[in-house]
Structure formats: structure tokens, C-alpha cells
């Protein structure tokens, strides 16, 4: 995973409040195998090293077949 990616993550933080399939960003690259993840919740920016096996990266790729009415 690289700066910037958006993320989601595979299992649940709760001491942190944290849902599965909570979306965040990575907002710098640690030690092989974690990152840093900035996560919005309610009103409240949390961020916090996290293990890249516990995120999946999330992709945006427009559907290019649904042409607007």
C-alpha cells in the first residue's frame, strides 16, 4: 500500500471505535507491513498504525456501460 490509497479495514478496532469496512487513508508508510491510516469518525479524526493484512485496498473505477439519462 502506498500514500494516499483508500482503505478499508478487513476486521473491527473497537478500543478505537473502529467498524469493519471502515474507510480510511493512508497518510504515511511505516516499518514492511504497516501503515498509517487516518480514519473520520463522527467529528473525530483518528489515526493510527495499522497492519496491512487487516486492510483491503479500495478501488474506483467509473462504469464506462451506464451512460447518463
Keep these: 500500500m502506498k ?3 483508500v482503505v478499508a479495514l478487513l ?3 473497537p478500543e478505537q471505535h473502529l ?3 471502515q474507510v480510511g487513508t493512508v497518510v504515511e508508510e511505516l516499518e514492511p507491513g504497516y501503515v498509517e491510516v487516518e ?5 473525530d479524526y483518528i ?3 495499522v ?3 487487516r486492510l ?5 473505477a ?3 456501460s451506464i451512460r447518463a439519462a
Excluded: C, S, W
Design 3 to 5: 500514500l494516499l490509497d
Design 11 to 13: 476486521e473491527p478496532i
Design 19 to 21: 467498524l469493519r469496512g
Design 39 to 43: 480514519f473520520l469518525v463522527g467529528d
Design 47 to 49: 489515526t493510527l498504525a
Design 51 to 53: 497492519a496491512e493484512d
Design 56 to 60: 483491503m485496498p479500495l478501488h474506483y
Design 62 to 64: 467509473p462504469n464506462k
